[in-house]
């Protein structure tokens, strides 16, 4: 099995439990607000997301996760009724034909792959003319010194966070992948009584939608 065992073993309890029961469980339902037809999301992890898709018809809801042992346990949050593909595959190789999906969706997935242009060049591929790409991500700060903090810390958090890079320019990555910004909402999460490392290294947030560049004509930001 390839993946990180015990990142996997840990990620619930440790660092996505307080996510999910405060912020998260309100950005969710508005990254996939809209989608439709063909869904994919990329980099589903132990399954956060699967409980925000009940109600939603789709024609077709794929899931995709690398990580053999975050694949595992999001086999065991799967819900009967749910009707979806489970696909084990990285962001930079997508085993699906080109133009194939209306919507592809992200959760911070783009902060931890390993090829991140590879990647949005990927999920560009496998959209549709006028499809839609839509994520939330964690991205480098613009203050100069919560930047220096993120770049410093890389490293070391990279390794205990299965690849995560707290210091990418994620909206500026997706814009130079050939997408237009619709919208990239700056958003600040974590608050005070949130720890200061993870507030520091890990603020701001942006929650964008993004379409293939030639797709649409009338932009907001």
């Excluded at 065992?5 to 996939?32: G, I, Q």
């Amino acid at each position: 099995m390839e993946g990180h065992k015990w990142f996997a073993a840990v990620y619930d309890p440790v660092f996505s439990k307080h996510a999910e029961e405060t912020f998260k469980k309100d950005l969710r339902p508005r990254v996939m607000q809209g989608a439709h037809g063909r869904v994919l999301e990329i980099g589903a992890g132990t399954g956060a997301s699967l409980p925000y898709y009940r109600g939603h018809s789709f024609e077709e809801l794929v899931i995709s996760e690398p990580d053999s042992f975050m694949l595992e346990r999001l086999r065991k949050k799967l819900d009967p009724d749910l009707q979806c593909t489970i696909v084990q595959a990285p962001v930079e190789e997508l085993p699906f034909p080109d133009a194939s999906f209306d919507v592809v969706i992200s959760f911070h997935v783009l902060c931890s792959v390993r090829r991140l242009p590879q990647s949005l060049a990927e999920v560009r591929r496998v959209l549709k003319p006028d499809g839609e790409f839509r994520f939330l991500d964690h991205v480098r700060s613009r203050n100069p010194i919560g930047a220096l903090v993120q770049h410093g810390i890389q490293p070391v958090w990279s390794w205990l966070g299965a690849g995560c890079h707290p210091n990418r320019d994620v909206a500026a990555a997706v814009a130079k992948a050939g997408f237009r910004l619709e919208e990239a909402e700056r958003l600040r999460p974590f608050g005070i009584a949130d720890s200061m490392l993870i507030g520091t290294v890990t603020r701001p947030h942006v929650l964008g939608v993004a379409v293939p560049a030639l797709a649409r004509q009338t932009v907001t930001t």
